[in-house]
């Protein structure tokens, strides 16, 4: 008996299929407990569904090559659901628009704050220089972020871990936030979420209101190309690396 | 869906193309968005099919963050090192950015009814 479940495992462990399914299946557990805390931000789906997969990965001592050969497909969809961002802010535009000062202001305080405020931290703490180089990027959506950190001398691989950290923290805290500043207005609840946690943070938007998701993903664009164009200037001008 | 899906793809490769070609700081599907958009101001809203094929990508836009954040396990070690640093540069960093972004845009925002519910 066993040598033939563990045969069915070494032929499952290799194909694409356990990797798609397992990952669908963590990702409708979490969606489940997500719902049925009535939506609660601490229930984050991206969270839930990422601490099971990495347990149940590391219990099974399957390896992440392994494991994304079949999440690639999921994994793929991430391109064209971007580009898909475009038809809610299309159909957002008029309030964009009437909003353009505060969207201007917003996204300079933002992007700067969410720079300088990471690397002041991570370097009072003492982070190593790369490190602290790899954290200043760490708002921006992955590969922009993986982009911009090679080129002032972090290490791509660590700021990807910290652009996810940073999207569920953002996902997670942004309500608290907003709450304590008695903050309604669904733009600028979702711009300010795009700015500081990019995706995750739009995903999480959108799971609460069209228009919040509209302007996240208007700021997660905005504060992508903004850093990559300041933050290399800002380290040379600073002498940083 | 099958025509809005290659819609969007045509779009996301038109980006990447660019975006490759130019040499822009930019992912191709980030300019593909705002190439999207601009065809749309162009040529007016969204056909039906456009518009419900990209509300069931958006609607588990979460579930597309999975695999990339299932990463984690490989650096895991990496982060074990420099723990206390990263953990509070996060933290105390997202939330100043919730804050003052968000701040920013109340301070300057013409006195205008909000719409829409809210979140």
Not at chain 2, 97 to 107: D, G, I, P, R, S
Request: charge should be positive; include cysteine; glycine fraction near 8%.
């Amino acid at each position: 008996m066993t040598p033939r479940i563990s045969e069915i495992w070494v032929y499952l462990a290799a194909s694409p299929l356990l990797g798609l399914t397992i990952t669908l299946l963590a990702y409708q557990g979490a969606f489940w407990i997500f719902r049925k805390s009535g939506n609660h931000p601490l229930a984050n789906p991206v969270l839930i569904a990422v601490t099971v997969l990495v347990l149940f990965l590391t219990v099974t001592g399957t390896s992440y090559e392994t494991y994304f050969a079949g999440a690639q497909f999921v994994h793929f969809l991430l391109g064209p659901a971007t580009v898909a961002l475009a038809i809610p802010l299309y159909t957002q535009f008029k309030r964009v628009k009437a909003m353009l000062l505060p969207v201007i202001v917003g996204l300079f305080a933002g992007s700067l704050t969410a720079i300088i405020s990471a690397v002041a931290i991570g370097r009072l703490f003492g982070a190593s220089l790369p490190t602290q180089l790899s954290l200043a990027p760490k708002s921006v959506t992955t590969p922009i972020a993986m982009g911009v950190a090679e080129r002032i001398g972090g290490i791509p691989s660590l700021t990807a871990v910290l652009v996810i950290v940073t999207g569920i923290l953002g996902a997670v805290g942004a309500r608290y936030v907003f709450d304590a500043m008695k903050l309604r207005d669904p733009a600028i609840r979702g711009f300010a979420i795009g700015v500081a946690s990019h995706g995750i943070g739009t995903a999480r938007a959108f799971q609460v209101n069209e228009q919040s998701g509209a302007f996240a993903a208007l700021a997660m664009g905005l504060n992508g190309a903004l850093t990559a164009l300041l933050l290399p200037l800002m380290v040379a001008w600073l002498h940083f690396a | 869906m099958l025509s809005a899906l290659t819609q969007l793809l045509i779009f996301q490769l038109a980006g990447e193309v660019i975006a490759r070609g130019l040499n822009l700081p930019l992912p191709g599907p980030v300019l593909g968005m705002l190439l999207l958009f601009l065809a749309l101001a162009v040529r007016g809203a969204p056909d039906h099919e456009l518009q419900t094929t990209s509300q069931n990508l958006l609607q588990h836009l979460s579930l597309l963050f999975v695999p990339a954040g299932t990463g984690i396990m490989v650096h895991l070690h990496r982060v074990a090192d420099e723990w206390l640093a990263l953990l509070l540069s996060l933290l105390v960093s997202t939330f100043a950015t919730l804050l003052v972004t968000a701040l920013a845009m109340k301070l300057c925002q013409r006195p205008t009814p909000a719409q829409g519910e809210t979140p």
